[in-house]
Nanobody
Framework: QLQASGGGLVQAGDSLRLSCAAS????????VGWFRQAPGKGREFIAA????GGARSLKDRFTISRDNVKNTVYLQMNSLKPEDTAVYSC?????????????????WGQGTLVTVSS
């Protein structure tokens, strides 16, 4: 029901925009978050956005946004660094309020791999 896309191999300093597309139901009233997991590390919260567009991001270089008409949430990532290399996943929460905690999300999409070379 959630599908993340847009990952790939880029060089340090490049930008990427990830997309999280929902199907089967509308997620316009749900909060949506982006998380990432680097090799050998735990899942890390990146950003989240509420149904109304209120957003939180722990990375100044990353911006989350949503288009409720397209049922899609985006993660714009700028000035990418090698340490940003990870599998990025999106998740939706049956709540209008965002959360920083992965266990509070109800639906998860298959991740997309981002690899940043130096």
């Amino acid at each position: 029901q959630l599908q993340a896309s847009g990952g790939g191999l880029v060089q340090a300093g490049d930008s990427l925009r990830l997309s999280c597309a929902a199907s089967g139901r509308t997620f316009s009233s749900y909060a949506v978050g982006w998380f990432r997991q680097a090799p050998g590390k735990g899942r890390e919260f990146i950003a989240a956005i509420s149904w109304s567009g209120g957003a939180r991001s722990l990375k100044d270089r990353f911006t989350i946004s949503r288009d409720n008409v397209k049922n899609t949430v985006y993660l714009q990532m700028n000035s990418l660094k090698p340490e940003d290399t990870a599998v990025y996943s999106c998740a939706a929460r049956r709540s209008t309020i965002i959360s920083y905690y992965s266990h509070e999300y109800d639906y998860w999409g298959q991740g997309t791999l981002v690899t940043v070379s130096s």
